[in-house]
């Protein structure tokens, strides 16, 4: 699988043999006659062929007859599956599936895939499989399928020869689903990579310059583009878009000078766009839109027709003309274009404002409320609520005015009824018509345009079934006869969702023809205006008179240049958020009609422009939106000095104040409805006594019981899933009997290197001894390809909803020996306990907290640097969309810089603000104390945005020993399993640095302050200590959850390891995951076990301090190594360099606990034999491996490109080789830019027998204790 080129000749796959083995075994003697009939070649030839050849069939020269050969090939296997009633090899179902790929027949080639998933166990060591399932899942537009198989596919062959094809697919599909870092990083792997892949790489820089400019960074946009512009030979189709893009992100943004300048700009751009693609009808309307915002009002006409001439009409062009010869007094001539644009897209929100808008003008509101009406209904729509505030009002209006005033006016304007009756203008249509048709003709090529839109990926995410529940679908359709009750009922609610699935694919197949929907005539699927009962008899009366609007796109008659040259179109606000497609183009074949930009992301520029420029028009919608949507950002905090205030000094010494910041306190734990548990339990003198009084007495053995499911060896077993996906329903999850399923269970959930798969010692022993003779063998069974990891499935059996709000465990200390008590290290690291929190330990060892104080911070280094979030302040635990309208899991926070100083005073001045506030409060209720009724009205507002922004001061680097001495001398009183360095810390293994893991961390923070969802870095422990002088909250959820989130955050299109989100606790409460939710008080210190997922939030005004650590215990080691293989699945860096930490730990540490040795032992041993074997493989290659070694303290190495640690055999270019710079590569990398490694230098930093004697010499120690 380590090379395919794009030949055929290397027929891998004997595919001849296959068939007639299974002719010959389960099939009649008549289907070996139907196998016979492909020959010899052809058998040949088809065997080299499976999915990666999918996107360059069509390049080699035989592509015709090749075609020929796939669709024969289809029928021979189909046949032969019939005959042998289904009872085929496995691979016969792949093969099937990979020719229909190859044809584009997307329907069976699932069908296919899916067969062969059902009945191939080790499915994943297929890379060719999971490619080819990746395709088809992509081409239906269900990402998050797509993605995985995907990454399944890199994770098992990194080497994958169309990885790039790979990277680039993922990296349009995180843009779409807005994790625009995701986004970022395939996009450059792919772009790095030399081989080849369906798009060129002046179309792949294209797509990076534009995820700058969809993440509103406009001028790396703009230079990315510029830069591409230079690029020599620049395909004529990008070099158009480019401009294009240039030129309306000029118009829309303030990237140069004065208003005057940038438009001239955007005009300059766009008329070089038309140079180089005189037919883009897009940049004609962008052209016609400048000319319209600076008032050249006959240029703006003459663009607008041109851009309808050039065949792309679409319902933004129409809405714009209608905007024209509104701001030219033609409200005729307006009122047909406006209803041209939404009879192309009914849907078209913006066209039916400004239609409701013009109606209003003409003085007719009631059909400007049926255009209101029908804005609202459209799912662009982004402003429903103003529009339903001025419907009410028009609403209100009418019933005011006597009804006989309403009839007996004169209409200026047609109803709007009669105005829909007439046709499109015949022009308009045909045109539309051959647009398809050629977009048909074309479809055969498999680079067709798609376009895919967004609305429709939702949907396929929600209706697509899963391989597993398709799989249980045919089980239970097979056995129909002798279900019972409960999975008649499942078999009914699966069948169901799988038409659904059918009608989703065959909506795919459709929008696979179209470029994008707006630009055509509204198919079935699109919203339908709805106008009132009355319509009907309006729409008979095909009225006359009315002139088509395109006669008149010659000048309007009273074209006298307008008045205010400053005012604008209206707004396209609602045209944002509805189309977003990913369009692919051939760079060999580019196609006028094609564009690279998705069609919304083009008017995200509208959206701002509509809500800055709105002022000119006497379009008060408008300005109501406008108003509702002005940014909420603030500038800096007043700049206000600290001052003598003994409640501000209180603050900036750290001393624990009770009655700054703990109003909330009372607030805790009201998360689950009905359950109401102290956050704390009674204080004990001892730790020991509190250790067995810290869980509440009633509930402890429910409490026991829960937590053994937590227990490190079975956190997955007995949960019959695939592929990390739980089945909702939980009949589902009791039926054991589901043979494929529960078989597949045990590899599929354990990570590769976990326990489970880890050999009992004497295996690992005697693997060692065949090393020890013969060096590595290849064939060890032992260390063959691991499954992909999978997140856990939520525990089963849930909890029940009573037992949802967990009582958290404490620890009350009163002096210096309850902390150094060794049960209390015990407890802390038992992983039945996700959290624990040891309070007044300040207090007992007696550390002075002051250290860390604002003022003693001020004083130590106030330039020293402050990562800023600006964040926004939230109400209580909940989390709202900065409009206030929904609860959302993703959370704002914007990241830029300071000093100490200056967050010091915003800290401070923050502080005092909310004196002042509270000080008002009080003379107010003094005041208003009769009217209560408004006091909790203005509450219960409160509840909602706009919110206020806050900043918080995160992640200051106290690493400096020089800089901070007191401070981190004053931590080396703490006890050694909580210190930030000791033997017992794995952490103090790794041999150097890792910012904020092995080093203390200071957080600073305001009421409000957020530390959003997350687990650990590789899953360590962390330390927190609080130092005041306010409180904050925490909420944490045990390490078997963390797949729930996992979930929950994919289906919010969040990143899980990247993403800033803050759970919805309802959603939680739902999905029955326990939340341990209790109140940090100064001088209390937090434990937060190994993966424990948690969030954070300040309650009052305070400071914290934090460090990672790493017991020594088997369960540690698991769960770091396993995030450390999910982060390679998922492209993330692991801060923890595993490996080379599993290294120094042999070297350095006595390990006697059995479990832990095992894996260590596993790991070192899978380690060498990759060493080992690329080592030969690279010498048996002629590359020579040039020894280097490595200084005492150097840091772990990680891949340049792909950031994957990098272990002993470093891959550096020739170059930086010279020059000593030692850009390190992954193997991997370093050929995808360099294929025979000619660029690169290999160097060598063990010798391999030094492994081997590490290896050898780690045994296992003996227990001192007997007690573990
Ligand atoms: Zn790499």
Not at 173 to 200: E, G, R, W
Not at 289 to 316: L, M, P
Not at 551 to 567: C, I
Not at 603 to 624: E, I, M, P
């Given at each position: 699988m380590n090379s395919c080129g794009v030949s055929l000749s290397a027929a891998t796959v004997a595919l001849g043999d296959e068939a007639k083995k299974m002719a010959a075994g389960k099939a009649s003697r008549d289907s070996e006659e139907e196998s016979l009939s492909l020959t010899v070649e052809e058998r040949e030839a088809l065997g080299g062929m499976d999915s990666r050849l999918f996107g360059f069939v069509r390049l080699h020269e035989d592509g015709a007859r090749m075609k020929t050969l796939l669709g024969k090939a289809v029928r021979c296997y189909e046949s032969l599956i019939l005959k042998a009633e289904g009872k085929v090899d496995s691979d016969f179902f792949c093969q099937l599936g990979h020719f229909n790929l190859l044809l584009e027949d997307y329907s069976k080639a699932l069908s296919a895939y899916q067969r062969y998933y059902s009945l191939q166990s080790d499915y994943w060591k297929n890379a060719a499989f999971l490619y080819g399932l990746g395709l088809v899942y992509f081409y239906y537009n269900a990402f998050h399928w797509a993605i995985k198989a995907f990454q399944d596919v890199l994770y098992v062959d990194p080497s994958f020869?169309?990885?790039?094809?790979?990277?680039?697919?993922?990296?349009?599909?995180?843009?779409?689903?807005?994790?625009?870092?995701?986004?970022?990083k395939h996009f450059q792997l792919a772009l790095i990579d030399c081989?080849?892949?369906?798009?060129?790489?002046?179309?792949?820089?294209?797509?990076?310059?534009?995820?700058?400019?969809?993440?509103?960074?406009?001028?790396?946009?703009?230079?990315?583009?510029?830069?591409?512009?230079?690029?020599?030979?620049?395909?004529?189709?990008?070099?158009?878009?480019?401009?294009?893009?240039?030129?309306?992100?000029?118009?829309?943004?303030?990237?140069?000078?004065?208003?005057?300048?940038?438009?001239?700009?955007?005009?300059?751009?766009?008329?070089?766009?038309?140079?180089?693609?005189?037919?883009?009808?897009?940049?004609?309307?962008?052209?016609?839109?400048?000319?319209?915002?600076?008032?050249?009002?006959?240029?703006?006409?003459?663009?607008?027709?041109?851009?309808?001439?050039?065949?792309?009409?679409?319902?933004?062009?129409?809405?714009?003309?209608?905007?024209?010869?509104?701001?030219?007094?033609?409200?005729?001539?307006?009122?047909?274009?406006?209803?041209?644009?939404?009879?192309?897209?009914?849907?078209?929100?913006?066209?039916?404002?400004?239609?409701?808008?013009?109606?209003?003008?003409?003085?007719?509101?009631?059909?400007?409320?049926?255009?209101?009406?029908?804005?609202?209904?459209?799912?662009?729509?982004?402003?429903?609520?103003?529009?339903?505030?001025?419907?009410?009002?028009?609403?209100?209006?009418?019933?005011?005015?006597?009804?006989?005033?309403?009839?007996?006016?004169?209409?200026?304007?047609?109803?709007?009824?009669?105005?829909?009756?007439?046709?499109?203008?015949?022009?308009?249509?045909?045109?539309?018509?051959?647009?398809?048709?050629?977009?048909?003709?074309?479809?055969?090529?498999?680079?067709?345009?798609?376009?895919?839109?967004?609305?429709?990926?939702?949907?396929?995410?929600?209706?697509?079934?899963?391989?597993?529940?398709l799989q249980h679908l045919e089980q239970l359709r097979a056995n129909r006869d002798n279900l019972s009750p409960a999975q008649k009922r499942q078999l009914e609610q699966l069948e169901s969702q799988f038409v659904l699935m059918q009608q989703v694919r065959h909506k795919g197949v459709a929008q696979g023809l179209h470029k994008s929907q707006s630009s055509c005539v509204s198919g079935p699927n699109e919203e339908q205006p709805v106008f009132s009962t009355e319509s009907a008899q309006y729409q008979q009366a095909t009225s006359t008179g009315i002139k088509k609007p395109n006669e008149h796109l010659t000048l309007p008659s009273n074209s006298v240049p307008q008045r205010n040259a400053d005012s604008h179109l209206s707004s396209h606000i609602a045209t944002s958020g509805g189309q977003q497609g990913i369009i692919f183009t051939k760079e060999s074949k580019p196609s006028k009609n094609r564009s690279l930009v998705p069609e919304t992301s083009r008017h995200t520029g509208d959206t701002s422009n509509g809500c800055a420029?709105?002022?000119?028009?006497?379009?008060?919608?408008?300005?109501?939106?406008?108003?509702?949507?002005?940014?909420?950002?603030?500038?800096?905090?007043?700049?206000?000095?600290?001052?003598?205030?003994?409640?501000?000094?209180?603050?900036?010494?750290?001393?624990?104040?009770?009655?700054?910041?703990?109003?909330?306190?009372?607030?805790?734990?009201?998360?689950?409805?009905?359950?109401?548990?102290?956050?704390?339990?009674?204080?004990?003198?001892?730790?020991?006594?509190?250790?067995?009084?810290?869980?509440?007495?009633?509930?402890?053995?429910?409490?026991?019981?829960?937590?053994?499911?937590?227990?490190?060896?079975?956190?997955?077993?007995?949960?019959?899933?695939?592929?990390?996906?739980?089945?909702?329903?939980?009949?589902?999850?009791?039926?054991?009997?589901?043979?494929?399923?529960?078989?597949?269970?045990?590899?599929?959930?354990?990570?590769?290197?976990?326990?489970?798969?880890?050999?009992?010692?004497?295996?690992?022993?005697?693997?060692?001894?065949?090393?020890?003779?013969?060096?590595?063998?290849?064939?060890?069974?032992?260390?063959?390809?691991?499954?992909?990891?999978?997140?856990?499935?939520?525990?089963?059996?849930?909890?029940?909803?009573?037992?949802?709000?967990?009582?958290?465990?404490?620890?009350?200390?009163?002096?210096?020996?309850?902390?150094?008590?060794?049960?209390?290290?015990?407890?802390?690291?038992?992983?039945?306990?996700?959290?624990t929190v040891i309070r007044g330990l300040a207090g007992a060892l007696k550390l002075d907290l002051g250290l860390f104080s604002t003022k003693t911070l001020v004083e130590a280094n106030n330039e020293h640097m402050v990562e800023v979030r600006t964040q926004l302040l939230q109400p209580a635990d909940e989390n709202w969309d900065p409009t206030g309208t929904k609860k959302i899991w993703h959370c704002e926070s914007n990241r830029s810089h300071t000093t100490i100083a200056k967050y010091a005073q915003y800290q401070a001045s923050s502080f005092q603000e909310s004196l002042r506030e509270e000080n008002e409060k009080r003379t107010q209720h003094k005041d208003h104390s009769d009217n209560e009724s408004t006091s909790s009205e203005n509450s219960g507002r409160r509840r909602k945005g706009p919110f206020k922004t806050i900043k918080f001061g995160t992640n200051i680097d106290l690493s400096d020993n020089k800089k901070w001495k007191l401070q981190l001398h004053e931590l080396t009183k703490l006890p050694a399993f909580v210190r930030v360095v000791s033997a017992g810390n794995l952490l103090s293994h790794v041999g150097h640095t890792i910012l904020g893991m092995n080093t203390v961390q200071l957080y600073m923070k305001v009421p409000g302050s957020r530390t959003p969802g997350h687990q650990e870095n590789n899953n360590f422990c962390s330390v927190n200590i609080n130092i005041g002088p306010g409180d904050c909250e925490w909420f944490v959820v045990p390490e078997d959850y963390w797949g729930v989130l996992n979930?929950?955050?994919?289906?919010?299109?969040?990143?899980?390891?990247?993403?800033?989100?803050?759970?919805?606790?309802?959603?939680?409460?739902?999905?029955?995951?326990?939340?341990?939710?209790?109140?940090?008080?100064?001088?209390?210190?937090?434990?937060?076990?190994?993966?424990?997922?948690?969030?954070?939030?300040?309650?009052?005004?305070?400071?914290?301090?934090?460090?990672?650590?790493?017991?020594?215990?088997?369960?540690?080691?698991?769960?770091?190594?396993?995030?450390?293989?999910?982060?390679?699945?998922?492209?993330?860096?692991?801060?923890?360099?595993?490996?080379?930490?599993?290294?120094?730990?042999?070297?350095?540490?006595?390990?006697?606990?059995?479990?832990?040795?095992?894996?260590?032992?596993?790991?070192?041993?899978?380690?060498?034999?990759?060493?080992?074997?690329?080592?030969?493989?690279?010498?048996?290659?002629?590359?020579?491996?040039?020894?280097?070694?490595?200084?005492?303290?150097?840091?772990?190495?990680?891949?340049?490109?792909?950031?994957v640690e990098v272990f002993n055999l470093l891959f550096v270019t020739n170059e930086s080789n010279t020059q000593k710079t030692y850009i390190v590569h992954c193997q991997d990398c370093a050929r995808k830019t360099s294929r025979s490694l000619e660029n690169f230098v290999v160097l060598e930093q063990y010798k391999m027998e030094d492994l081997i004697q590490v290896y050898d010499q780690f045994t296992l120690g003996l227990s001192l204790s007997s007690s573990s």
């Amino acid at each position: 699988m380590n090379s395919c080129g794009v030949s055929l000749s290397a027929a891998t796959v004997a595919l001849g043999d296959e068939a007639k083995k299974m002719a010959a075994g389960k099939a009649s003697r008549d289907s070996e006659e139907e196998s016979l009939s492909l020959t010899v070649e052809e058998r040949e030839a088809l065997g080299g062929m499976d999915s990666r050849l999918f996107g360059f069939v069509r390049l080699h020269e035989d592509g015709a007859r090749m075609k020929t050969l796939l669709g024969k090939a289809v029928r021979c296997y189909e046949s032969l599956i019939l005959k042998a009633e289904g009872k085929v090899d496995s691979d016969f179902f792949c093969q099937l599936g990979h020719f229909n790929l190859l044809l584009e027949d997307y329907s069976k080639a699932l069908s296919a895939y899916q067969r062969y998933y059902s009945l191939q166990s080790d499915y994943w060591k297929n890379a060719a499989f999971l490619y080819g399932l990746g395709l088809v899942y992509f081409y239906y537009n269900a990402f998050h399928w797509a993605i995985k198989a995907f990454q399944d596919v890199l994770y098992v062959d990194p080497s994958f020869c169309r990885a790039k094809e790979i990277h680039l697919r993922l990296g349009l599909m995180f843009k779409v689903n807005t994790d625009y870092k995701s986004s970022l990083k395939h996009f450059q792997l792919a772009l790095i990579d030399c081989n080849p892949c369906t798009l060129s790489s002046a179309e792949i820089q294209f797509h990076i310059a534009h995820l700058y400019e969809t993440q509103r960074k406009y001028h790396s946009a703009k230079e990315a583009y510029e830069q591409l512009l230079q690029t020599e030979n620049l395909p004529a189709q990008v070099k158009a878009t480019v401009l294009q893009q240039l030129g309306w992100m000029h118009h829309n943004m303030d990237i140069v000078g004065d208003k005057a300048s940038k438009e001239s700009y955007a005009i300059q751009y766009l008329q070089k766009s038309l140079e180089a693609d005189p037919n883009s009808g897009q940049s004609w309307y962008f052209l016609g839109r400048c000319y319209s915002s600076i008032g050249k009002v006959q240029d703006a006409f003459i663009s607008y027709r041109q851009s309808i001439d050039k065949s792309e009409a679409s319902a933004d062009t129409w809405c714009s003309i209608g905007v024209l010869y509104q701001q030219q007094n033609q409200p005729m001539d307006a009122l047909q274009a406006y209803i041209c644009a939404v009879q192309l897209d009914h849907g078209h929100a913006a066209a039916w404002m400004d239609l409701g808008t013009l109606y209003e003008s003409c003085n007719q509101p009631q059909d400007a409320i049926k255009c209101y009406l029908n804005a609202t209904r459209s799912k662009r729509c982004s402003n429903t609520s103003t529009l339903a505030a001025r419907i009410k009002f028009l609403q209100a209006q009418l019933c005011n005015l006597p009804q006989s005033s309403l009839q007996n006016k004169t209409k200026l304007l047609p109803s709007i009824e009669e105005a829909w009756s007439l046709p499109i203008p015949a022009e308009l249509t045909s045109r539309q018509g051959a647009m398809n048709t050629a977009q048909q003709n074309g479809s055969d090529n498999w680079n067709v345009v798609q376009s895919l839109s967004h609305h429709p990926v939702q949907q396929v995410y929600s209706l697509c079934l899963t391989p597993q529940k398709l799989q249980h679908l045919e089980q239970l359709r097979a056995n129909r006869d002798n279900l019972s009750p409960a999975q008649k009922r499942q078999l009914e609610q699966l069948e169901s969702q799988f038409v659904l699935m059918q009608q989703v694919r065959h909506k795919g197949v459709a929008q696979g023809l179209h470029k994008s929907q707006s630009s055509c005539v509204s198919g079935p699927n699109e919203e339908q205006p709805v106008f009132s009962t009355e319509s009907a008899q309006y729409q008979q009366a095909t009225s006359t008179g009315i002139k088509k609007p395109n006669e008149h796109l010659t000048l309007p008659s009273n074209s006298v240049p307008q008045r205010n040259a400053d005012s604008h179109l209206s707004s396209h606000i609602a045209t944002s958020g509805g189309q977003q497609g990913i369009i692919f183009t051939k760079e060999s074949k580019p196609s006028k009609n094609r564009s690279l930009v998705p069609e919304t992301s083009r008017h995200t520029g509208d959206t701002s422009n509509g809500c800055a420029d709105v002022k000119g028009l006497s379009n008060h919608v408008h300005q109501l939106i406008a108003d509702a949507v002005s940014s909420p950002n603030h500038g800096d905090s007043p700049n206000l000095l600290i001052g003598d205030n003994p409640q501000l000094s209180a603050l900036l010494i750290g001393k624990a104040n009770d009655n700054v910041g703990t109003g909330t306190c009372d607030k805790v734990n009201n998360i689950h409805p009905a359950v109401h548990t102290k956050t704390d339990h009674s204080v004990a003198s001892s730790p020991s006594s509190a250790i067995s009084t810290a869980t509440p007495s009633p509930k402890s053995t429910e409490q026991a019981s829960i937590n053994s499911v937590t227990s490190l060896n079975s956190p997955h077993s007995g949960i019959h899933t695939v592929n990390g996906e739980g089945l909702e329903n939980s009949q589902n999850s009791t039926k054991v009997d589901l043979p494929l399923v529960s078989h597949r269970s045990t590899s599929q959930i354990i990570p590769s290197m976990s326990v489970s798969i880890c050999p009992s010692s004497t295996e690992v022993l005697k693997a060692f001894r065949n090393l020890g003779k013969n060096g590595l063998s290849n064939s060890c069974v032992l260390l063959d390809k691991c499954p992909p990891p999978r997140p856990p499935t939520s525990p089963y059996p849930p909890l029940p909803k009573d037992k949802l709000n967990p009582p958290t465990p404490s620890i009350y200390l009163e002096n210096k020996r309850d902390a150094f008590f060794p049960p209390l290290h015990q407890f802390c690291t038992n992983p039945k306990n996700p959290v624990t929190v040891i309070r007044g330990l300040a207090g007992a060892l007696k550390l002075d907290l002051g250290l860390f104080s604002t003022k003693t911070l001020v004083e130590a280094n106030n330039e020293h640097m402050v990562e800023v979030r600006t964040q926004l302040l939230q109400p209580a635990d909940e989390n709202w969309d900065p409009t206030g309208t929904k609860k959302i899991w993703h959370c704002e926070s914007n990241r830029s810089h300071t000093t100490i100083a200056k967050y010091a005073q915003y800290q401070a001045s923050s502080f005092q603000e909310s004196l002042r506030e509270e000080n008002e409060k009080r003379t107010q209720h003094k005041d208003h104390s009769d009217n209560e009724s408004t006091s909790s009205e203005n509450s219960g507002r409160r509840r909602k945005g706009p919110f206020k922004t806050i900043k918080f001061g995160t992640n200051i680097d106290l690493s400096d020993n020089k800089k901070w001495k007191l401070q981190l001398h004053e931590l080396t009183k703490l006890p050694a399993f909580v210190r930030v360095v000791s033997a017992g810390n794995l952490l103090s293994h790794v041999g150097h640095t890792i910012l904020g893991m092995n080093t203390v961390q200071l957080y600073m923070k305001v009421p409000g302050s957020r530390t959003p969802g997350h687990q650990e870095n590789n899953n360590f422990c962390s330390v927190n200590i609080n130092i005041g002088p306010g409180d904050c909250e925490w909420f944490v959820v045990p390490e078997d959850y963390w797949g729930v989130l996992n979930d929950f955050c994919e289906k919010n299109n969040l990143n899980f390891l990247m993403s800033s989100w803050w759970p919805n606790l309802e959603d939680l409460y739902e999905a029955n995951v326990p939340v341990y939710r209790f109140i940090q008080r100064p001088g209390d210190l937090v434990w937060i076990n190994a993966g424990t997922v948690h969030w954070v939030q300040a309650v009052g005004w305070c400071n914290n301090i934090a460090w990672n650590v790493g017991p020594l215990t088997a369960c540690q080691y698991k769960l770091a190594v396993e995030r450390y293989e999910w982060n390679k699945l998922k492209s993330v860096k692991s801060p923890v360099p595993m490996v080379h930490l599993s290294w120094n730990m042999a070297r350095n540490i006595k390990v006697s606990d059995p479990k832990l040795f095992e894996m260590i032992k596993y790991c070192l041993l899978k380690i060498l034999k990759q060493c080992q074997t690329l080592r030969e493989a690279l010498v048996a290659a002629g590359k020579e491996v040039i020894w280097h070694g490595r200084t005492n303290d150097e840091p772990a190495h990680y891949c340049s490109i792909c950031e994957v640690e990098v272990f002993n055999l470093l891959f550096v270019t020739n170059e930086s080789n010279t020059q000593k710079t030692y850009i390190v590569h992954c193997q991997d990398c370093a050929r995808k830019t360099s294929r025979s490694l000619e660029n690169f230098v290999v160097l060598e930093q063990y010798k391999m027998e030094d492994l081997i004697q590490v290896y050898d010499q780690f045994t296992l120690g003996l227990s001192l204790s007997s007690s573990s």
